[in-house]
Nanobody, 122 residues
Framework: QVRLIESGGGLVQAGGSLRVSCAAS????????MGWYRRAPGKERELVAV???????NYADSVKGRFTISRDNDKNTVYLQMNSLKPEDTAVYYC????????????????WGQGTRVTVSS
């Protein structure tokens, strides 16, 4: 069974930092793009950052210069380093990965983690 397990959320004061991680496990042939999304209270889910298998990155304008996405392909893990956090960054953060599985050849599908809560106090 394929799983994406997030960790590292929590409560932090404004201006502080947190790092969230997401590890993919199971029978996986290939991991393409990996990314982080978030859903703030009362808002739609939005893209935060994405990283390709080759390491190219893209960020939402609201987090550029503050957040850094990275990945360790040997560990099937993606990270999001969040610095200079603001109260408006408060949200549940979801990991996303486009996976190629043996049972789903030749198609890739998006998989999601269960979410990790980040709360930034003012």
């Amino acid at each position: 069974q394929v799983r994406l397990i997030e960790s590292g959320g929590g409560l932090v004061q404004a201006g502080g930092s947190l790092r969230v991680s997401c590890a993919a496990s199971g029978s996986i042939l290939r991991i393409n793009d990996m990314g982080w999304y978030r859903r703030a209270p009362g808002k739609e889910r939005e893209l935060v950052a994405v990283i390709t298998s080759g390491g190219s990155t893209n960020y939402a304008d609201s987090v550029k210069g503050r957040f850094t996405i990275s990945r360790d392909n040997d560990k099937n893990t993606v990270y999001l380093q969040m610095n200079s956090l603001k109260p408006e960054d408060t949200a549940v953060y979801y990991c996303n990965a486009r996976l190629l599985l043996p049972a789903e050849l030749p198609y890739e599908y998006d998989y999601w983690g269960q979410g990790t809560r980040v709360t930034v106090s003012s």
